[in-house]
């Protein structure tokens, strides 16, 4: 089994991002090591050009992100770690996928549309071509499996259609160039919505910062967001269905349950019938005993470049040697001469 994942190097992390994906990340590398696959995960800092970009800040945000990956629990001894700009055959095979790729395919990308809005003429190429980079991310690499959202289904779906017409085109059915990767859909990943607006995920751009968890707040901060989270003037439930048309009071109740392992029937059956004066600081704590440790890796490490850049320099060492065999065999298939 081989999984490969990418996350864009943003700044400014969250308890969203930690919920929704790294965490998940760090079970998935565990599972896949103990049976004798490999796990690689990658910040794909060339696809983040694909959008106006400040370049100090991807460079900082791109060995941020390393801190709080290993913070999380991602092993670099376990798993590959790297960045993409440091393996070029990401982009090369890209490239050479182009051939491939078919401008209806991409046209119907429904996150192009979602980008670009209106101004479909002045986006740049990179956002267009954007998912036939993801396709050879994966493809790059021989993955047999990629975690996916509902919002990253449709990119897979092209890396199949692409690695299926480029075997049908250059190879042979007894040894087709590219493995074609099979979705692997994540246990249900918490959905962490804003602490001021139970309709909205809690996100980096929301201009409040009382509207999330930042993996840098201390104990004190985290106590005072959730303190002032908004919620209802209604007591808890004592079953989930209780929580219909509340989405504050679910949220929070999510929170707790993603945090803690457990069910939301379970979180409510011992908090059903008390006010969120109640709830309120049993959540902060149970934050804080959780992120603690993280935190305070993420800080320490986040201080070190000369680390973090040793990190990405040896997990893209050993990406390139992964990559070799498949981008050549791709040029062979072509029939490009290479020296």
């Not at 959905?191 to 980096?204: E, F, N, P, V």
């Not at 060492?317 to 490009?336: F, I, M, Q, S, V």
Request: proline content about 6%.
């Amino acid at each position: 089994m081989r999984i490969v994942s990418g996350i864009q190097p943003t700044g400014n992390l969250h308890l969203g991002n930690y919920l929704g994906a790294i965490r998940n990340w760090v079970k998935m590398q565990d599972e896949v090591a103990a049976g004798g696959g490999l796990s690689l995960y990658f910040l794909a800092d060339l696809h983040a050009i694909s959008m106006p970009h400040d370049p100090a800040d991807l460079a900082a945000n791109t060995r941020e992100m390393v801190a709080a990956l290993v913070a999380c629990g991602i092993d670099p001894d376990k798993s590959v770690l790297f960045n993409q700009a440091q393996v070029p055959a990401h982009a090369e095979l890209q490239w050479l996928l182009s051939g491939t790729a078919r401008m209806g395919w991409l046209n119907r990308m429904t996150q192009w549309k979602d980008k670009a809005g209106k101004n479909r003429e002045g986006q740049s190429v990179a956002l267009f071509t954007y998912p036939v980079l993801q396709a050879a991310d994966v493809l790059l690499y021989q993955a047999t499996h990629v975690p996916v959202g509902e919002d990253q289904k449709q990119h897979l779906e092209l890396a199949r259609d692409i690695a299926q017409k480029f075997n049908n085109d250059f190879a042979s059915e007894e040894t087709p160039v590219f493995t074609l990767p099979e979705p692997t859909i994540p246990p249900e990943a918490a959905r962490i919505m804003s602490l001021r607006d139970g309709s909205a995920k809690m996100s980096k751009s929301d201009p409040s910062d009382m509207s999330r968890i930042n993996l840098t707040d201390d104990a004190d901060t985290i106590m005072a967001k959730i303190r002032k989270a908004k919620t209802d003037p209604e007591p808890l439930p004592s079953d989930k269905g209780g929580l219909a048309g509340r989405a504050e009071a679910a949220n929070l109740i999510g929170i707790y349950a993603a945090m803690a392992g457990e069910s939301a029937d379970t979180v409510l059956a011992r908090f059903g019938g008390q006010g969120f004066g109640a709830f309120k600081p049993a959540l902060g704590e149970l934050l804080v005993e959780k992120l603690g440790p993280i935190t305070a890796r993420f800080r320490e490490l986040r201080e070190d470049s000369e680390r973090l850049d040793a990190v990405l320099a040896k997990g893209a060492l050993k990406a390139r040697e992964l990559a070799a065999p498949t981008l050549a065999a791709t040029y062979a298939a072509l029939g490009l001469v290479r020296g």
